[in-house]
Structure formats: C-alpha cells, structure tokens
C-alpha cells in the first residue's frame, strides 16, 4: 500500500496508523510511537513515521497522533495506568518532572551506537539534559519572537521603528494604533503568558524557580501585572474577555488571527504552522520588545519539542533508533521541514535549507532564528510545575483584567500558590 494511502487516516486528529506490516497493530515488538500537534502536523509527522516504516521494515511503528489541548491528560493517564508509549513527544516541563520521577529514561547509554549525538550543537543538545544526563532528543528548536500582521500595519500607514521596541515605547506604538482603528488593538494581552514573563527576567539575568522556590518577589509580578492592565485600558492590548477565550495552542481563537490584535509575542514556530495558515493578511516576525532596552530583550533557546523514551519500554534499542531517525535523518528532516521551527540537529537543518519550497516565512523564521540565538541568553532550568504556573500566570491576569483583584492582590497569589505548587511538584 503506497505510504500516502498509509498516512490517510493518520492525517484526522486523534488517529492511530500501523506501520511496518499488516500486524504491526497486534505485534508485541511494535515500537509506539505517541507525539501531539495540529492536524497538519501531525499528518506530517505521520508521514516521517510512515518513511521509516517503509525503509526499515524489520523495526514496525505504531503511531499514536493526538491534538494538541488533549495530548496532556492522555500522557498523564497513559503514564499512570502503565500504558506509556515506547516513545513520546516531551515539553521542557515535561523532560524536568518525567525525568526526575523516573518516567523516562537517560539515553546516554545509547550514544553514540545508535543516537548520534554529535549531529547537534552541543549548546542544543544540552537542551534536553536534567541534571546532566540526556532525556530527550530534541526535534526542532525555538525562540521567542514578536509575530506582527504586516497587512494590517500597512492598511494603518504605519510602519514598525527601525531600532526596535522597549515595552514602553512598544505600549506606546500599540496605543497609536488603537487610536488610528478602534476596532483593532495592538496586541495580545502578554500578561497572561508565563513565558513572556520569564523572558523579561532573563533580560535581567534572572529565572523564576530557583532552588525549589519563585526566585521572583510579590512587586515583581504585581509590576508585570500592571503593566498589562495599563496596556488594556489605553487598547494597546486586547481586553480581556478577548484574551480569557485564547487557551494555550488554540490558534483559532489567536486575537492575531481573529483580526483583534496587530502583534502577539510566540515562539518561532508559531507564526506559519500555527496563525499563518488561518488568515490571508500577510503576517511577519521581529525581534520582541526588551524590558530595559531594544536589544536586551530576553530571548532564549528552548526545544519546541524533544522525543523521549519510555523507562517501562522493552522495546529500548528500537526506540532509539526510531528516535534518533526521527531527530536526525536528512530524510526524515525533508518531511518534517519548519512544522516545529528551525530542526535541532546539524544534519537536518542543512537538509531543510536545501529545499527548493521553502517560502517567505520560511526564510523569515530561518533567519530570525539564526540572528537571535547568536545573542541568546541561556535557557532557564526547567520546573516540574511550570505548566501550573503557567496556568496560574494566566488565571492572576485574567483576575486583574476583569477587575477581580489588584495587581498586588494577584501578584501574592500567584506567589502563594505558585510555590505550594513548586513543592508539590
């Protein structure tokens, strides 16, 4: 069966394909192999999966594709009830709980007869270390930027200052814009991201969990808070029954996307795959605005995805392999292409640059990815309560932007809970 007939049903989200085999489903040596995204993505990813099932017939693959919003509570269910995948997509949150717990196993042990470690910069692959020891392989890698509606600037007559934005003269700029089309303001609300919030301490060199506690005061948040809140009443940002409706990867609800917002801070491989595709205004990436200066804005490497393996597989050698074919291989790098950003590893990377339909955005992220990591600041160290404080910064905001509580009233909650949920973690 041609490995597009394969893939048709791999294409739906929530879907299961087999590779490798018609009994590759009931096969107890077939490698599963779980990762989570957008339709798109993952028919995408199905397709390298399927790739390597037809030149490695020995070694069957079952994939398991999930979207995106349900992919944690099935990995935690899976994860509880003993039904780990052998492989699975992992988040840098992800990597610090799993690995800590003894979830996922180091992969040391496997390079370099099977991981080829040395296909990545060290600094990239040092990405997926926790404590040292090397938990995930990552896919592709990423940095913060500020995605902007190049359409909508033009229809304004506006254009964007040549030396960057300070977050004053950035709410300033949003204000301006507001002001010209009151129907349209100037960006999403950043006050509900957490990693907007961890980037402007790295501008200052600092992180936000250290030695298992905030290493962030109350002022320091209830700061952060308000500047959003000033941001909303003058329409540099949107309000905030606009920004409560956008969950995390829910690019539908995007304010960008819905034509509410003109700027919103994402990571690189956000504008195309994830905001792009569902709108015709010409959309573009910059660097985001810096808390102190243009140029000290914070930025910092992160892998927008890492495969990790299973420490309950039996199936170890396999699932390195398929890994690191995954990861690595010029012709899984092809396939997969900028779906997740820039690819982590050496080989891939020179393989996706080399393809004759890399578009605008496709150079826009290459580029900007290569300008911004050389002036990176190094990544934080990752928490295994990070996506609680994430949901907590986006709650505090929300409390703040719909009047429920102060600044300073949000700001103490989110540094009450949040290190009740850093000691529980």
Not at 1 to 28: C, D, H
Not at 111 to 128: K, M, N
Not at 332 to 340: D, F, P
């Amino acid at each position: 069966m041609p490995r597009r007939a394969l893939l048709k049903g791999a294409a739906a989200l929530g879907t299961l394909a087999a590779f490798g085999g018609s009994k590759a489903l009931s096969q107890s040596d077939a490698v599963r192999f779980a990762i989570n995204g957008s339709a798109d993505k993952l028919r995408i990813r199905g397709e390298s999966v399927a790739l390597f099932a037809e030149t490695h017939p020995e070694i069957p693959v079952v994939f398991e594709g999930t979207p995106s919003a349900a992919y944690p509570d099935k990995m935690t269910a899976m994860i509880a009830g003993g039904d780990a995948p052998d492989v699975f997509a992992t988040g840098p949150a992800d990597l610090a709980q799993y690995g800590t717990r003894g979830v996922i196993k180091p992969l040391d042990e496997f390079v370099p007869d099977i991981i080829h470690a040395d296909r990545y910069a060290p600094s990239v692959l040092d990405l997926g270390r926790i404590d040292g020891k090397l938990y995930g392989l990552p896919i592709a890698v990423s940095t913060q930027c500020m995605g902007y509606n190049q359409t909508a600037l033009e229809q304004l007559g506006m254009e964007l200052p040549a030396e960057g934005f300070t977050y004053e003269s950035f709410g300033e700029f949003c204000a301006e814009i507001h002001k010209a089309d009151n129907s349209l303001y100037g960006c999403q609300d950043g006050g509900a991201f957490l990693w907007d919030f961890i980037r402007k301490l790295r501008s200052e060199d600092r992180v936000l969990v250290e030695n298992n506690k905030l290493a962030v005061s109350v002022d320091d948040v209830a700061e952060w808070l308000n500047f959003w809140e000033e941001m909303r009443k003058t329409g540099a940002a949107v309000p905030a029954d606009v920004q409560a409706a956008y969950g995390f990867g829910e690019w539908t609800n995007a304010p960008m996307v819905l034509g509410k917002a003109l700027f919103a801070t994402m990571f690189t491989q956000d504008l195309k795959s994830g905001m792009q595709a569902l709108t015709e205004d010409e959309l573009a990436m910059m660097a985001p605005p810096g808390w102190g200066t243009a140029q000290n804005n914070g930025c910092y490497p992160l892998p927008s995805s890492s495969l990790s393996m299973s420490a309950a597989s039996r199936l170890q050698d396999n699932a390195a392999f398929v890994m690191d074919w995954f990861c690595t291989s010029p012709e899984s790098g092809r396939i997969l292409g900028l779906i997740s950003g820039p690819p982590a590893s050496n080989t891939q990377l020179a393989a996706v640059k080399e393809l004759p339909t890399l578009d605008r955005l496709d150079r826009n992220v290459l580029d900007y990815t290569e300008t911004a990591l050389a002036t990176a600041k190094p990544a934080p160290p990752a928490s295994r309560a990070e996506n609680v404080l994430r949901d907590l910064m986006k709650k505090v905001n929300e409390d703040v932007g719909f009047g429920r509580s102060s600044p300073k009233e949000a700001a103490e909650e989110f540094v009450k809970r949040g290190n009740s949920a850093i000691r529980r973690a």
